[in-house]
């Protein structure tokens, strides 16, 4: 089992940034690709970002891109989502997830790809 837990989540103006956290436990976090996703109310869950087991490559949905990075610490077990320039449009509920990959370099895009999950943060960019 790979333990999940988000933070760093609030409430921001639009145009503002907030910086979450992923803290992981419990298995090898180097051994696990890891993908930040967002769930607004009425619509469904989608990937904002994913990185590689060693980091070296990142995904963004065209939403976000520019706007948002992803990192990873593998000697600190956690995973940040950096966002900057939010929008109203960005306010959900902000998941990490963590999915087993053999592959450094393997991306997943997918939530049925992963699987484990944090309880989420709020996130709010207020207009």
């Known amino acids: 089992q790979v333990q999940l837990v988000e933070s760093g989540g609030g409430l921001v103006q639009a145009g503002g940034s907030l910086r979450l956290s992923c803290a992981a436990s419990?298995?090898?976090?180097?051994?696990?690709?890891m993908g930040w996703f967002r769930q607004a109310p009425g619509k469904e869950r989608g990937i904002v970002a994913a990185i590689s087991r060693s980091g070296g490559r990142t995904y963004y949905a065209d939403s976000v891109k520019g706007r948002f990075t992803i990192s990873r610490d593998n000697a600190k077990n956690t995973v940040f989502l950096q966002m900057n320039s939010l929008k109203p449009e960005d306010t959900a509920v902000y998941y990490c997830?963590?999915?087993?990959?053999?592959?450094?370099?393997?991306?997943?895009?997918?939530?049925?790809?992963?699987?484990?999950w944090g309880q989420g943060t709020q996130v709010t960019a207020s207009s």
């Open positions: 997830a963590a999915r087993f990959s053999t592959d450094s370099s393997r991306l997943y895009g997918i939530d049925s790809r992963y699987d484990f």
């Open positions: 419990g298995r090898t976090f180097s051994n696990y690709a």
